[in-house]
C-alpha cells in the first residue's frame, strides 16, 4: 500500500488528502518547462485556442496573453500524458478507489497574479454524477499553492452528505448558492511544488483569488473505478475502444457498481460548458472581490 490506514481513514473522515513530495525534483522542473512552452504558444493567440483557453481578468486586459487553462493537456504533451499514468500517483488512488482505474479527464488551471481565478463553490459530482461515487480528483501542484495563491478551500466531511444543487433559474450554473455552507468549516488545502491532494467526487470545494506576484499553476487528473460508469452521455468517450483505452490499471468491466449516491442532475444543459464559463453566469460571487 502506498498509504497508511491512518491517511485512508483521514480521507475516507474529510473527503481529501494531501502526499507531500509526491513528484521528484526531476519529475517537477520537466512539468514546469512543458508549461512554459505553453505559455509560450499562448502569447501567439488572440483568443481561446482548442488548447488553450485565456484569463479574461479585467486586470489582465492591457498585458499579453496569459493562460486560464490547458484543456486536456495529457492529449497535447507527452509530459502530461506520463504525469497522468504515473505509477506513484496511481498507486495512491487504487489504495482509495481500488485496483481497476479509468482516467476520465485532465487539465491544467493556471491563476494569475494580481486577482482572478476564482473557482466558485462546488462539488464534482454536481457536474458528472456516476453510478457510485468512487471517483476522485488529484490535482498536482506546479507552484505553491497557498491561500494567498488561492489554494483549493474545501468543507470537510460533505463527501458523505447530500447532493448540492448547482442550478439557477432553470439552468446548470456550475456552483452552488452562498449559504449552503458554514464559512467557519472551511480549510485551505495548501501545498508546495511537487505536492498532491486527493479530494472526493462529492467534497464540496472551490478556490479564491491568487493576491500573490506570481502565477498558480494546478495539473488536475479525474480519475473513477472501472465499474463507476457516468449517468451523464457528456461524461462518456463516443465509442467502446476509446472507452476501453481510459483504463490505466487493472480490467473493464460491463458490470456497473450501483450504490445508493444522492444526485441532482446537471440539466439543462447550459449554452457553453466548461467551469469558468458556467460560472460566470451565477447571479451572487461566493467571494466578494470577484463581483467588485
Not at 465499474?227 to 462518456?236: H, K, L, N, T
Request: proline share 8%; charged share 20%; hydrophobic share 35%.
Amino acid at each position: 500500500m502506498a498509504l497508511t490506514q491512518t491517511q485512508i481513514d483521514s480521507y475516507e473522515r474529510d473527503g481529501y488528502l494531501i502526499v507531500r513530495e509526491a513528484l521528484t525534483a526531476g519529475e517537477l522542473a520537466e512539468l514546469v518547462d512543458t508549461c512554459d512552452f505553453f505559455a509560450r504558444q499562448a502569447l501567439e493567440l488572440t483568443g481561446d485556442s482548442d488548447v488553450i483557453e485565456l484569463d479574461d481578468a479585467p486586470h489582465l486586459a492591457d498585458g499579453p496573453p496569459l493562460i486560464r487553462r490547458i484543456k486536456s493537456p495529457h492529449t497535447n504533451h507527452e509530459t502530461f500524458a506520463k504525469m497522468l499514468a504515473h505509477p506513484g500517483i496511481l498507486d495512491v488512488v487504487e489504495d482509495l478507489i481500488g485496483h481497476d482505474i479509468r482516467w476520465m479527464h485532465s487539465k491544467l488551471n493556471a491563476k494569475q497574479p494580481g486577482g482572478g481565478g476564482i473557482g466558485e463553490w462546488h462539488t464534482d459530482w454536481g457536474y458528472y454524477p456516476h453510478t457510485n461515487d468512487s471517483v476522485l480528483e488529484v490535482g498536482i501542484a506546479i507552484d505553491p499553492c497557498t491561500e494567498a495563491s488561492g489554494c483549493m478551500l474545501v468543507v470537510p466531511g460533505t463527501h458523505t452528505g447530500r447532493a448540492y444543487d448547482h442550478s439557477q433559474n432553470g439552468r446548470f450554473v456550475g456552483g452552488v448558492r452562498p449559504g449552503e455552507f458554514d464559512p467557519a468549516d472551511v480549510v485551505p488545502v495548501e501545498l508546495q511544488p511537487g505536492d498532491i491532494s486527493l479530494h472526493h467526487v462529492r467534497l464540496l470545494h472551490g478556490s479564491a483569488q491568487n493576491h500573490t506576484k506570481r502565477q498558480r499553476r494546478l495539473l488536475l487528473h479525474g480519475y473513477t473505478a472501472a465499474d463507476a460508469w457516468p449517468i451523464m452521455a457528456r461524461s462518456q468517450p463516443s465509442d467502446w475502444p476509446e472507452w476501453d483505452a481510459q483504463i490505466l490499471r487493472g480490467s473493464p468491466t460491463t458490470h456497473a457498481r450501483l450504490e445508493a449516491c444522492p444526485v441532482v442532475v446537471p440539466l439543462p444543459d447550459p449554452p457553453a460548458f466548461g467551469l469558468f464559463k458556467l460560472q460566470a453566469q451565477m447571479e451572487e460571487s461566493h467571494f466578494a472581490e470577484a463581483a467588485s
